[in-house]
Nanobody, 126 residues
Framework: QVQLVESGGGLVQAGESLRLSCAVS????????MGWFRQAPGKEHEFVAT???????YYADSVKGRFTISRDNAKNTVYLQMNSLKPEDTAVYYC????????????????????WGQGTQVTVSS
């Protein structure tokens, strides 16, 4: 059974940084895309970033230039480095593991992911 465990959330002030981690177990990590989504109170799930097995990266326009997604296949872990945080980045952040091996496309939709973490809260104060 695939398990994803996020960590690294917290409370920061605007302009500060956080790094989220997501440790994956129960599958061959390197074959699958990994993604980050977020959900703010009263809003729908929102795509943030994704990194296919090839290592290419794709971002939502709202975070491009501020956030960086990366993966360490030796550690079965995906990261989300978040810089220059804004109050509108406040949300619960979820990591997700892709459903299809060797899928190199930008997976923006939730349906492209088969497994999800429990989420980690990020709060940015102004």
């Amino acid at each position: 059974q695939v398990q994803l465990v996020e960590s690294g959330g917290g409370l920061v002030q605007a302009g500060e940084s956080l790094r989220l981690s997501c440790a994956v177990s129960g599958r061959t990590f390197f074959k699958y895309a990994m993604g980050w989504f977020r959900q703010a109170p009263g809003k729908e799930h929102e795509f943030v970033a994704t990194i296919p097995w090839s290592g290419r990266t794709y971002y939502a326009d709202s975070v491009k230039g501020r956030f960086t997604i990366s993966r360490d296949n030796a550690k079965n872990t995906v990261y989300l480095q978040m810089n220059s945080l804004k109050p509108e980045d406040t949300a619960v952040y979820y990591c997700a593991a892709g459903a299809y091996a060797y899928d190199d496309g930008p997976s923006y939709r939730e349906s492209a992911y088969a497994s999800w973490g429990q989420g980690t809260q990020v709060t940015v104060s102004s």
